[in-house]
């Protein structure tokens, strides 16, 4: 088999790329590879409505079915990459096919980092990744009164959300001195344990986990580190994942976490592009630095850029990192990258959380976490994106974020 385009990965990134090449007027054959057997669907929503049941999977897709055959683009489903030839121009699926390819945009994702301790293999332990983990998750939750969510990130809070939601008792395990330790800042960490510990949730830190308790073959219980043992049923872990880049990495190109790209999407092997969650390059919202960004805007806007390229427009990636999550009644959104920073101004009031934490570096707005406020979220992108400089006056003083932009227009 032979494909002008072969996208290998039916996540966010795979489907963009693939309707982008589309919207772009390109007119050649175009296959997507996927390890799932489902069409490309949203990722976040598992560990929020479609866990909770709020959302039915017909919902959660990108695109029906029949759209990608009334754009000619043909679904490679249930397969698995296991080599790429750059020189042949041509990967092997696990089932021993060789498919060869004119471009190839590398979008295959990332898998959840495995709790490597003994007993991590008894039924009952889960990660939340694709809807097949989520739908045995779901099949469970029904005969499980407790369970212990392994790692205090965006994952493990959303998890820990819905399973409070459906009435089971939770133990939030993490091992750093606080939650979301690598995405945000101390006032957000604080907030987000005082409102689990509200809604019912233990929320123990500084805790690490020793060995998985089983019995039959099924999760029994979690050993910590101090020797004490938690009684649960089941266990649901969020501790990072790591990119999908092996294949990759086999043939020559140049990786460590996440395969290198440039401001094109391009990894030094010859028609090879790599976007999203396993794709790794410079980010001026970084400083420059090199970054890996796991989000749906990230892959989407990489997506964009790989399609552009391959159709010869001139396309860089230079888009403003934003996240989201919901736990609650709460909405979290996030602008730009707050690491490094070295002065928080915090806008509103938490205790009516209703708020924002402005992220400044040597003066300047390096990015926002914007709690239930959605103003400051949508006009403090702005300041993030010029690299605004602003005073800690300024922002507590100011009604309207927007204000600051336009002075500095003036």
Known sequence: MHFDVVIVGAGHGGAQAAISLRQNKFEGSIAVIGEEPEFPYERPPLSKEYFAGEKPFER???RPEKFWDERDVKMILSTRVTSVDPDAHALTTGDGASIEYGKLIWA????PRKLDL???DNAGVHYVRTRADVDQMMAETGAVDAVAVVGGGYIGLEAAAVLRKLGKQVTLIEALDRVLARVAGEELSRFYEAEHRAQGVEVRLKTGVSAVIGEGGRVKGLRLVDGSELPVQMIVVGIGVIPAIAPLADAGADCDNGVHVDESCRTSLPDIYAIGDCAACHNQFADGDRVRLESVQNANDQANVAARHIVG????????????SNQYDLKLQTAGLSAGHDETVVRGDMAERSFSIVYLKSGRVIALDCVNRMKDYVQGR???EAGIDVSRNELLSAERLKDLVNAQAV
Do not use: E, N, Q, R
């Not at 295959?108 to 898998?111: E, K, L, N, Q």
């Open 382 to 384: 702005k300041l993030v």
């Open 118 to 120: 003994p007993g991590f």
């Open 313 to 324: 427009a001139d396309a860089t990636y230079s888009a403003l990192p934003w996240f989201w």
């Open 108 to 111: 295959a994702g990332a898998s």
């Open 60 to 62: 959660i897709m990108i």
